[in-house]
Nanobody, 122 residues
Framework: VQLQAFGGGLVQAGGSLRLSCAASGRTVRDYAMGWFRQAPGKEREFVAGINWSGRTTFYADSVKGRFTISRDNAKNTVYLQMNSLKPEDTAVYYC????????????????WGQGTQVTVSS
């Protein structure tokens, strides 16, 4: 499966963005999906995950209550709605697919999109 993430940009603190991850090659229904982010000089970190059906989600503590992951299998797309953004959310955001169940470990994901930059100004 090929993944393409888009929707990033520059936003002021407190603002919102919605990231999208479009899949091609195979149906995204076959995969659990995750969003990760990586800031300069830092390791890639888990943000949110969703199972194949969309019924189960989980989040990093740092984004819980502010971010929402969802998926539309009919459109082969996964979303990350980001509200109440903070400067510390600034990073390149990646979507990833995993053929087994959800996991916060980026090493366990076999398919990655190219990343989209999110910059939150204070």
């Amino acid at each position: 499966v090929q993944l393409q993430a888009f929707g990033g940009g520059l936003v002021q603190a407190g603002g919102s963005l919605r990231l999208s991850c479009a899949a091609s090659g195979r149906t995204v229904r076959d995969y659990a999906m995750g969003w990760f982010r990586q800031a300069p000089g830092k390791e890639r970190e888990f943000v949110a995950g969703i199972n194949w059906s969309g019924r189960t989600t989980f989040y990093a503590d740092s984004v819980k209550g502010r971010f929402t992951i969802s998926r539309d299998n009919a459109k082969n797309t996964v979303y990350l709605q980001m509200n109440s953004l903070k400067p510390e959310d600034t990073a390149v955001y990646y979507c990833a697919a995993r053929s087994m169940g959800m996991s916060p470990r980026h090493q366990s994901y076999g398919y990655w999109g190219q990343g989209t930059q999110v910059t939150v100004s204070s």
